[in-house]
């Protein structure tokens, strides 16, 4: 955070002084009992309903206290403790985002999407951060809560900072948005996810519609040109500059002759009547996508297509992410358990298509979650895609994936099909199958833990 004297801060935020000195600066800001204090010269933003610990913030001070408590509480600080009491403690939070975001004039880059936002993200940190000094966020923690600290972790150096916008309910990313105020936004695609908190489909494109409004004025919009959700999202009130990337010929960054390479994707990259041979590390169309949304991106904050194209060469795929790995009995693990959710389960089947062709396929699927009402619908959609593929084994883990396994055998999958609650078991099912000529991928949620670790012991061959 790019320090700020506490009396700047007393006349920007209309602060009075209750307790204590305004002669220092803070170095840090959270929003008390919503981030750990674990730093002095922090400032903290505290609620009227917050219950204050009084000798914890004295013992990380120099503390400042941002407060609309009544005065005869904040007057119970101690000596390292300094007291601005504010009209109201929200107000003087937005206060403060504005005045700090204003603070910097550089690239902000913002990105929302079902999937690739987090690839796309770390492909734009890569390349940005060979020439600039960037601030990004953190892997995939995209969290509302996560947007003060990673806003305020921009400073003077900072040349150029890359977001990713989590959803979890509508408002979310026009809450970070407001936070943000990004120069530059990304929509990789909209698939479904997250209907729980956003109700249907329907609400979920418009939550995630939410960043076209919150993109700096004069800003630009880079959004994937073939994705149907996408196209019914209005863009008439957008007056910045509109970007579209894909592989039909209304895209500015268009991709063709794609093939799959070792480790990775080939393909010519046309845009604006110069044609560039690009490698992208990662396998599937998809990583294709999201690699044209990066270099638009890259393109945008002021770097050369060609520093763009270098830059993704050496990119290193995250984990978990599709990531191929020999296993048990020489087998190919693909390791898919990152997120789960209709559209990356499709984009993973599209990969095995390929990579499966001369392989026995062993698919093993988890539980899709937050589908809400569509829970069943969703999961048998998926049960037709992989009935319509060679598939030699089926494995689907949980209750809801029962109902994959249940419609891939009603649409007539030529796969032996076998279903558990758990992991437990799906080993000694699987030991006598796993072979050098066969090929396992395995998909499930993140927030299970027994699935990444059954993953991890599928790529442990010794």
């Known amino acids: 955070m790019q320090p700020i004297s506490v009396q700047k801060l007393r006349n920007v935020l209309q602060g009075k002084l209750i307790h204590g000195s305004d002669q220092w600066s803070v170095q840090h800001a959270i929003y008390y009992n919503r981030h750990d204090l674990t730093k002095s010269h922090t400032l903290l933003f505290v609620s009227r309903s917050d219950q204050i610990n009084w000798q914890e913030i004295d013992r990380k001070g120099p503390s400042l206290i941002i407060s609309d408590k009544p005065s005869t509480e904040l007057k119970n600080a101690l000596d390292n403790t300094t007291v601005?009491?504010?009209?109201?403690?929200?107000?003087?939070?937005?206060?403060?985002?504005?005045?700090?975001?204003?603070?910097?004039?550089?690239?902000?880059?913002?990105?929302?999407?079902?999937?690739?936002?987090?690839?796309?993200?770390?492909?734009?940190?890569?390349?940005?951060?060979?020439?600039?000094?960037?601030?990004?966020?953190?892997?995939?923690?995209?969290?509302?809560?996560?947007?003060?600290?990673?806003?305020?972790?921009?400073?003077?150096?900072?040349?150029?900072?890359?977001?990713?916008?989590?959803?979890?309910?509508?408002?979310?990313?026009?809450?970070?948005?407001?936070?943000?105020?990004?120069?530059?936004?990304?929509?990789?695609?909209?698939?479904?996810?997250?209907?729980?908190?956003?109700?249907?489909?329907?609400?979920?494109?418009?939550?995630?519609?939410?960043?076209?409004?919150?993109?700096?004025?004069?800003?630009?919009?880079?959004?994937?040109?073939?994705?149907?959700?996408?196209?019914?999202?209005?863009?008439?009130?957008?007056?910045?500059?509109?970007?579209?990337?894909?592989?039909?010929?209304?895209?500015?960054?268009?991709?063709?002759?794609?093939?799959?390479?070792?480790?990775?994707?080939?393909?010519?990259?046309?845009?604006?009547?110069?044609?560039?041979?690009?490698?992208?590390?990662?396998?599937?169309?998809?990583?294709?996508?999201?690699?044209?949304?990066?270099?638009?991106?890259c393109h945008e904050m002021g770097l050369t297509i060609r520093q763009a194209i270098s830059g993704l060469r050496n990119f290193k795929p995250m984990a978990r992410h599709l990531e191929f790995t020999t296993g048990l009995g020489d087998s190919t693990i693909i390791d898919d358990t990152w997120t789960n959710n209709p559209t990356s389960v499709e984009a993973a089947l599209k990969v095995l298509d390929t990579v499966g062709k001369e392989k026995k396929v062993i698919l093993i699927l988890g539980d899709i979650k937050r589908l809400g009402n569509f829970e069943e619908k969703y999961h048998r959609e998926i049960g037709s895609m992989v009935a319509e593929r060679k598939i030699d084994t089926l494995i689907t883990i949980g209750k809801r994936a029962e109902k994959i396994a249940d419609q891939a055998q009603k649409d007539g999958t030529n796969a032996e099909v076998h279903t558990f609650k758990e992991v437990a078991g799906v080993l000694e099912l699987l030991k006598p199958k796993l072979d050098a000529d066969t090929i396992v991928l395995i998909k499930g949620p993140m927030s299970s833990r027994s699935m990444i670790e059954f993953a991890n012991t599928l790529k442990n061959s010794l």
């Open 84 to 297: 601005l009491q504010v009209k109201s403690v929200t107000q003087a939070y937005w206060t403060f985002i504005e005045y700090y975001r204003s603070l910097f004039d550089i690239p902000v880059v913002a990105l929302t999407g079902t999937c690739g936002k987090t690839t796309t993200k770390e492909m734009l940190k890569h390349i940005a951060s060979k020439h600039w000094q960037v601030q990004a966020s953190v892997s995939s923690k995209n969290e509302p809560r996560q947007s003060l600290p990673y806003l305020t972790g921009i400073e003077e150096k900072t040349q150029a900072a890359i977001f990713e916008l989590g959803l979890g309910n509508t408002g979310n990313i026009k809450h970070q948005c407001m936070i943000y105020q990004p120069t530059i936004g990304i929509i990789t695609n909209i698939g479904v996810h997250h209907l729980d908190g956003c109700l249907n489909l329907e609400g979920y494109i418009k939550a995630k519609a939410e960043i076209v409004e919150g993109i700096k004025e004069d800003g630009t919009l880079i959004i994937n040109a073939d994705d149907d959700n996408i196209k019914t999202i209005s863009l008439k009130r957008f007056k910045g500059k509109i970007i579209k990337f894909g592989l039909q010929d209304s895209a500015d960054y268009k991709a063709s002759k794609i093939q799959f390479a070792n480790t990775g994707m080939k393909f010519v990259l046309e845009f604006a009547e110069t044609t560039y041979n690009v490698f992208v590390p990662g396998y599937g169309e998809h990583q294709v996508y999201n690699a044209l949304a990066a270099i638009a991106a």
